[in-house]
């Protein structure tokens, strides 16, 4: 069974992030057993902060706290709202499908999958436009050439 406990916590100022529902069907299609995961979207500062734990002063889009790798995957989110909306103005792209994206991203990471080899991302990223098609979202790295 396909258990799903999420918690989702908004400290953003922004008006523009997706619902709890939205969210859950998102988490839902990128598990791969029982999940339990707190999802937190931050704004600037907040995603800084958290990112000073991989030694990085900037804030970054998602980040993913992994309590365990196995079933039940647990852990945490963490999508920084204003990078998120940059980077979905930046790369033309409706900012929902670029949150849907990146939250696919932190689950995957959630259940082990990384990026850390030309290979591994390979791996990660064909596995990430499935789940986004079965979402009816188109593949994000299309305008990149993959």
């Known amino acids: 069974m396909n258990l799903l406990s999420i918690s989702v916590q908004y400290?953003?100022?922004?008006s523009r992030v997706?619902?709890?529902a939205t969210i859950r069907r998102?988490?839902?299609a990128a598990m791969g057993g029982a999940t339990q995961i707190t999802l937190r979207i931050v704004d600037e500062s907040e995603g800084c902060e958290l990112n000073r734990f991989r030694n990085r002063d900037t804030a970054?889009?998602?980040l993913t706290f992994i309590y365990s790798s196995a079933s039940p995957f647990?852990?945490?989110l963490v999508l920084c709202a204003p990078v998120i909306e940059k980077e979905a103005e930046a790369q033309a792209k409706p900012l929902m499908h670029h949150y849907a994206h990146l939250v696919v991203h932190g689950v995957l990471h959630l259940r082990g999958y990384d990026h850390e080899?030309?290979?591994d991302a390979e791996i990660m990223?064909?596995?990430e436009c499935v789940i986004l098609e079965k979402l009816?979202?188109?593949n994000p790295y299309a305008a990149e050439g993959v």
């Open 117 to 119: 080899t030309d290979e």
């Open 125 to 127: 990223e064909q596995l």
């Open 60 to 62: 970054t889009n998602v």
């Open 18 to 20: 997706p619902d709890r």
């Open 136 to 138: 009816h979202i188109p």
């Open 26 to 28: 998102w988490v839902k």
């Open 11 to 14: 400290a953003t100022s922004s």
């Open 74 to 76: 647990m852990g945490d």
